[in-house]
C-alpha cells in the first residue's frame, strides 16, 4: 500500500526556521518523484517543487525558488521541506505527493502539515 | 507561462443533476490534463488524468473529454458525497501550475 505519512503540526515564530517531512512506504522510493504542494488558508492549490531520490534532482516554481528547499533522506525513504527564514505569509497547508514525472500529476497525497507562522 | 482557467468558481445543484466543470488553457497542453477533488478538511485525490483516464477506485458518474485548449469534468448524476472543490492541473511543462477551484455543492 502507497502511503505518505507527513510530520505533524507547527507553530513557528517569523524568521524562524522548519524542516517538515514526508515519510514514504510502499513504492520503490527511488523511482519516483515527490512534490510539495501549498494550500493557504482558504485558497487553491500550489506546486511548489518536486524530488526525484534516485539522483537527488530537485526542481522548484519560480514563486519559491529561493525560499524553500526540498531534500530527502534515502535510508528512511523520506522527503523534507524547510525554510531558513518563515515568515507570516508561509501560514499554510503543505501536502507532500508522489508523481512519476519531474511536470507530471500526482497519484497518492499525505495528509498535509499545518504550518502557522505567528508571533 | 501557459494558464489555467477554471469555471464556474463555484456552482450548487441538486442530487442527481448532470455537472460540468471547465479548464481553458491559454495554450495547447495536448492531453496533459489533470482533475482533483479535495473534500473540506482533506488532501486532494487524484480523479482523471491524461485528460479523460479515470484513475483506478474513482466512480464511473465522473468522466472527463477534451476539446482543444478546453477540458470538461463531468459528473453525470450529483451525489451527497460529491460535495467538494475541483481542480485541474495542466502537466505538459514546468510548472505543472493548477486551476483555481471549482466549490460544488448540493442545493
Known amino acids: 500500500e502507497v502511503q505518505l505519512i507527513q510530520s505533524g503540526a507547527e507553530v513557528k515564530n517569523p524568521g524562524g526556521s522548519l524542516k517538515i517531512s514526508c515519510q514514504t512506504s510502499?513504492?520503490?522510493?527511488?523511482?519516483?518523484?515527490i512534490g510539495w504542494v501549498r494550500q493557504m488558508p482558504g485558497k487553491g492549490l500550489e506546486w511548489m517543487g518536486v524530488?526525484?531520490?534516485?539522483?537527488?534532482?530537485?526542481r522548484y516554481s519560480p514563486s519559491f525558488q529561493g525560499h524553500v528547499t526540498i531534500s530527502a533522506d534515502k535510508s528512511i525513504t523520506t522527503v523534507y521541506l524547510q525554510w531558513s527564514s518563515l515568515k507570516a505569509s508561509d501560514t499554510a497547508i503543505y501536502y507532500c505527493?508522489?508523481?512519476?514525472?519531474?511536470?507530471?500529476?500526482?497519484?497518492?497525497w499525505g495528509r498535509g502539515t499545518l504550518v502557522t507562522v505567528s508571533s | 507561462d501557459i494558464q489555467m482557467t477554471q469555471s464556474p468558481s463555484s456552482l450548487s445543484a441538486s442530487v442527481g443533476d448532470r455537472v460540468t466543470i471547465t479548464c481553458r488553457a491559454s495554450?495547447?497542453?495536448?492531453?496533459?490534463l489533470a482533475w482533483y477533488q479535495q473534500k473540506p478538511g482533506k488532501a486532494p485525490k487524484l480523479l482523471i488524468y491524461?485528460?479523460?483516464t479515470l484513475q483506478s477506485g474513482v466512480p464511473s458518474r465522473f468522466s472527463g473529454s477534451e476539446s482543444g485548449t478546453d477540458f470538461t469534468l463531468t459528473i453525470s448524476s450529483l451525489q451527497p458525497e460529491d460535495v467538494a472543490t475541483y481542480y485541474c492541473?495542466?502537466?505538459?511543462?514546468?510548472?505543472?501550475?493548477f486551476g483555481q477551484g471549482t466549490k460544488v455543492e448540493i442545493k
Open positions: 505527493a508522489r508523481g512519476e514525472g519531474v511536470n507530471w500529476f500526482f497519484d497518492f
Open positions: 510502499g513504492f520503490t522510493f527511488t523511482k519516483y518523484w
Open positions: 524530488f526525484y531520490p534516485g539522483d537527488s534532482d530537485t
Open positions: 495554450q495547447g497542453i495536448s492531453n496533459y
Open positions: 491524461a485528460a479523460s
Open positions: 492541473q495542466k502537466y505538459n511543462s514546468a510548472p505543472p501550475t
